[in-house]
């Protein structure tokens, strides 16, 4: 190959990497622009599915209530509500992807919230619930959005810089929040 097709295919090489990358920008411009608009309609969607849920499967119907025997009597000493587990580790993952559809605003995270506690009305089921919720998202989400900012934004300090935010929320003491000496 002489240098002057070489030159030329270098040229050619560059053009299609060049219109590659505008075809890029454009999609990455285009999807940002329409985000606010493509949020709201999945928003709407999730509202919908929700209510429609809510109706078919209300959260008293997926619990039952279990005996409680007193061990040295033998006899009924209660009843104990449990959801299944199917039950809580569905709106488990619910709440997840609730509160994460509104990350940052925390007057719609506060909807979201008051939205379970009504729904399910115990705070011993909605504790289930939360910690089902936590658990998913350290799984399942978390990870991605970890490997998202490593690989494609180089953050290689994020991991170090949540586990010292966690080790700088047990350093505190309640008492310097509530105006007491720690």
Not at 99 to 115: F, K, Q, R
Not at 120 to 132: C, G, N, P, R
Request: charged share 25%; hydrophobic share 45%; proline share 3%.
């Amino acid at each position: 190959m002489t240098e002057d097709e070489l030159i030329e295919t270098a040229r050619d090489l560059a053009s299609k990497r060049a219109d590659a990358m505008t075809a890029l920008i454009a999609a990455i411009s285009a999807a940002r622009a329409s985000q606010p608009e493509r949020l709201q309609e999945m928003r709407d969607r999730t509202e919908r599915a929700r209510d429609a849920s809510s109706c078919e499967e209300p959260w008293d119907s997926l619990w039952s209530a279990l005996p409680g025997i007193n061990s040295e009597t033998g006899e009924l000493a209660g009843m104990l509500a449990l959801p299944s587990i199917a039950a809580k580790e569905l709106f488990g993952t619910r709440l997840a992807f609730d509160l994460a559809a509104y990350a940052g605003d925390e007057d719609s995270i506060d909807g979201v919230v008051d939205w379970y506690f009504s729904a399910v009305k115990s705070t011993d089921h909605l504790f289930l619930i939360a910690m089902s919720a936590l658990k998913m998202m350290a799984l399942h989400v978390v990870p991605i959005l970890l490997e998202i900012a490593e690989e494609s934004a180089s953050n290689w300090d994020v991991r170090v810089n949540l586990s010292d935010a966690a080790r700088n929320s047990w350093e505190q003491r309640v008492k310097s929040f509530e105006g007491g000496a720690a």
